[in-house]
């Protein structure tokens, strides 16, 4: 485990207003995703369902990363911050994507409107994909060892298997269903396409 740093006052706040940010924008994202279901056509109402479920699931792993970073500093009478003793729990951002990260997918997959046999078979390969990706690159998170060709390099090669996969089906999807599309749904599934890539 990394030794916790001192902080400044501003560079802890600094961190801890951005949490605090991501948890409030995750809630009520969640909360338009729910008041905006029946705005949208019936079809894409399972994918606000979904987005709902990521920003839930999201918002209370933050919630907890949040508590754990309050727990692990305190403040000295300079006005610094000092590790309290308590560890910085910051797993549980791996638990929030092995969860979140394949329902994005799933959500992706249903947007882009398959048919249902080829979109089951899709969806259990890009699940188990996804979940493979994040499972396997958390070992190289927690491996001190920082040199590329370590077991750190290792697990990171690895994980990456999962996502090249990923991205190859759904750029070859995103491309199919793109072909169907006119105007600016065309160019929306081509930005979609592009932002996979990023």
Not at 181 to 186: C, F
């Amino acid at each position: 485990m990394l030794e916790q740093p001192t902080l400044t006052f501003g560079e802890y706040t600094l961190v801890y207003n951005m949490l605090s940010f991501a948890i409030a924008s995750m809630i009520f994202s969640g909360l338009f995703f729910v008041l905006s279901r029946d705005r949208v056509a019936p079809k894409y109402r399972i994918s606000l369902v979904v987005s709902t479920l990521v920003v839930g699931i999201a918002a209370y792993h933050y919630l907890r990363i949040f508590n754990s970073w309050e727990a692990a500093y305190m403040i000295t009478d300079a006005g610094n911050y000092i590790a309290s003793g308590k560890p910085f729990n910051d797993a549980y951002r791996y638990i929030d994507w092995l969860l979140t990260v394949p329902l994005l997918v799933v959500e992706l997959v249903l947007v882009i409107g398959l048919a249902k046999d080829k979109q089951s078979s899709m969806l259990t390969k890009l699940v188990i994909a996804a979940f493979l990706m994040i499972l396997l690159g958390y070992p190289g998170e927690i491996l001190m060892d920082d040199s590329l060709f370590s077991m750190r390099g290792l697990w990171g090669l690895l994980s990456t298997i999962p996502f090249i996969y990923i991205v190859y089906v759904l750029w070859g999807e995103l491309g199919t269903a793109m072909a169907d599309q006119t105007g600016k749904v065309q160019i929306l599934f081509r930005n979609i396409r592009l932002l996979l890539l990023a």
